[in-house]
């Protein structure tokens, strides 16, 4: 999966550029006062009449300083670069120092030691004192993982480069435990390249661990959205096609999904809806119903009721 390790690695990047900071201030590089990073176009090529080369990197990041700037080119290797490679990078720095008239560095990203130990020689380019040796990171040259600044994505970091072994149940443990305070979106794509790069003889045990011991961050978490949703379209469907068939419908998926404690929220809406007061032992008694055919039951009713007392007759 060397091009979902690549692209995935590319966006992390892009989402915390902040990170090259960590990276490149491992290797001494000092960069201008008070520069904030931003993401620019990675297409470097010249578009003049006689020059149509086209050159697309991974990641082009423009740091905007108080007095000065500077652009760093990222690449992310997934193995020991080839020839051809090697002939484009050195193209890369010099069009970004001509497209943004700054210095400009390169950086690579290794997601394994061979692409690492490949990328760190000098790139001679023939001009006496004209050579490019890139900074390199990645692969064994990582910040820890976790941690209070961008845990989540050093963490996710490691996993893709290799150095985090989601074999081991322990190293599972802590990527879970990581990845939980990340936002949203990032959870999500997180959750999902936990799942592919655990290896396939430790993927249930990984499933069970999510279900279990991190079912209140991971799985509740789908729960309350996917709850959402169904309430908002049952709702939706109410306003278009009568209140009735529409909760139903709203209703049904949430069941569909597993959502047991959805169910009962939608019924309250339901009753609130249709302007029912709704007493506090009648909203305890809906939030302690285990049974999804009861609360399904109940909310038939609701779409057709006048008092509280006909939805809830035996």
Known sequence: MPGLKHQSIVQILRDEPQLLVMFLGRSGFRFPSGAIPVIVDSDLSHRGPRLLKELRSDNVFLFQGMH???????????????????LTWPCYVTSAREVHDCKAYLLVVAASRDALTGSEHVIEIGQPGFNLRPFVSGRDRL???GGPFFGPELTMLHVLTGTLDLSVHE??????????EAVPDRYRRY???????????????????????????????????????????????????????????????????????????????????RGLAIP??????????????????????????TTIDEVFAS
Do not use: Y
């Open 68 to 86: 000065e700037k500077v652009a760093v080119v990222v690449e992310v290797q997934t193995s020991r670069p080839n020839h051809k490679r090697k």
């Open 191 to 273: 959750v999902h390249l936990i799942r592919i790069f655990t290896p396939r003889h430790a993927r249930q045990e990984l499933e069970q661990l999510m279900e279990d011991l991190f079912k209140d961050p991971f799985i509740d978490r789908f729960l309350e959205e996917g709850k959402q949703i169904g309430i908002e379209r049952g709702m939706e469907q109410g306003m278009e096609q009568g209140m009735e068939q529409g909760m139903q419908q709203g209703m049904q998926q949430g069941m569909e999904q597993g959502m047991q404690q959805g169910m009962g929220r939608v019924l309250l809406t339901l009753l609130a809806a």
């Open 171 to 180: 190293a599972r443990m802590f990527a879970l435990a990581s990845i939980a």
């Open 143 to 145: 910040p820890p993982p």
């Open 280 to 305: 506090n032992q009648v909203r305890t008694r809906i939030s302690e119903c285990t049974d999804p055919d009861l609360l399904d039951r109940w909310a038939t009713r609701a779409a057709t009721s």
